[in-house]
């Protein structure tokens, strides 16, 4: 099985901090993804990436940038976080189609 | 670029009983539809999924169709049991431009005894 990994489960950072989210696969999938759930909203994409060094905005990327340095690794950042940055966030990995997804990070910014 | 509308947000049948959820799509040249089922607490989980060669797949209680002329696509349950109850989020993307999906905004699911 396909397992993609997020560094944490829960965090709470302050307002203004700068915030690394990580992503890790294991299964040589060239395509990595960043999303947001939010109640109502479903899931949001904020940053995807087809291929190492490349990056491609999706539909929610204010206030935030990523980084993928190696095939395996995608990190979200958020420059600045605000209140409004409190949220789940998914990251997933594919390969041809389906996503297999982490399990989330959920961050609450103070 | 796509959207996709999910109908409806809640959802609560009776355990054995059938539920069926519907998504519409915007771009005529989306042409793989998944499926996820997100239980409580736990990751999105890939449940089916169909392609726009295909009008209809089916695995055990679940199913999927298609209407590329009409751009909707819906997931029947069938016998629907407990184990059910979750979120469901339908999606779209096409094929090339990493293979971004869109998703829907999701449906509760409730099988109630």
């Known amino acids: 099985d396909v397992k993609v990994t997020q560094s944490s489960r829960y965090l709470v950072k302050r307002t203004g901090e700068k915030v690394f989210l990580e992503c890790v696969q294991d299964m040589d999938h060239e395509n990595m993804f960043w999303y947001r759930q939010d109640p109502g909203l479903g899931l949001r994409l904020i940053y995807f990436s087809y291929d190492v060094k490349m990056k491609e905005k999706g539909d929610i990327p204010e206030g935030y940038s990523v980084s993928r340095e190696k095939k395996e690794r995608f990190s979200l950042i958020l420059e600045s976080a605000s209140t409004n940055q409190t949220s789940m966030y998914l990251c997933?990995?594919?390969?041809?189609?389906?996503?297999?997804f982490g399990s989330g990070t959920r961050l609450t910014v103070v | 670029g796509e959207n996709v509308e999910q109908h409806p947000s809640t959802l609560s049948v009776q355990e054995g009983d059938s539920a069926v959820i519907k998504c519409t799509y915007s771009d005529s040249a989306s042409n793989y539809f998944p499926w996820y089922k997100q239980e409580l607490g736990k990751r999105p989980q890939l449940i089916i999924d169909?392609?726009?060669?295909?009008g209809e797949k089916k695995d055990q209680r679940i199913a999927v169709t298609l209407n590329k002329t009409a751009k909707h696509f819906s997931l029947h349950i069938t016998e629907t049991q407990p184990e059910d109850s979750a979120v469901y989020f339908c999606a779209a993307s096409r094929a090339g431009g990493g293979n971004k999906l869109t998703f829907g905004t999701g449906t509760q699911l409730k099988v109630e005894l």
């Open positions: 997933a990995s594919s390969l041809e189609s389906g996503y297999t």
């Open positions: 169909i392609r726009s060669n295909v």
